[in-house]
């Protein structure tokens, strides 16, 4: 079944279930507008009575501040029901973004990842920046 999230259309979740446990599946963006109404659609999921939530992240082209603690909130709420409740296949700016944010623990594959590279994400002049810097501190110091 395949829910638009926000009015606007930014944001879309595809929902499957079986016994132990419900699929979300997301296209889109995770933001301050589709953040509330994918809180209360991953809500609904925990009240399912699952073993499992798993929340794909594959098509999801951008999450905000607002997003990611909702996806938190909702992470925590599993938790405290004994819910696991698990992001999978974010893209490597969304990965950058919830490693950074400490919410690590969140992703299917945290255990096997290694600490994120400072540099992804960050853009062309601004690295270039920092190398030019670097250079003049060895040659300097």
């Known amino acids: 079944m395949t829910h638009v999230i926000d009015g606007g259309g930014r944001l879309r ?6 016994d132990d446990q419900v699929v979300v ?7 301050v507008a589709s953040g509330p109404p994918l809180a209360e ?3 609904a999921a925990l009240d399912c009575g699952v073993g ?3 929340v794909w992240l594959a098509q999801v082209g951008f ?3 607002y997003g990611l603690r909702v996806l938190r909130q909702v992470h925590r709420q599993g ?3 004994g819910i696991m409740v698990t992001l999978h296949e974010p893209q490597p700016h969304i990965r950058w973004l919830i490693e950074v944010a400490g919410a690590a623990p969140l992703l299917a594959d945290h255990a096997a990842q290694s600490a994120p590279d400072p ?3 960050v853009p ?3 690295r270039t920046q920092r190398e030019h810097e670097q250079q003049f501190r060895h040659r300097d110091g």
């Open 79 to 81: 938790a405290d029901r």
């Open 13 to 18: 979740a595809a929902v499957s279930s079986d």
């Open 25 to 31: 599946t997301l296209t889109g963006e995770i933001d």
């Open 41 to 43: 659609l991953l809500g």
């Open 119 to 121: 540099q992804i994400g």
């Open 63 to 65: 999450v905000d501040v």
């Open 124 to 126: 062309d002049d601004v």
């Open 52 to 54: 499992r939530l798993q």
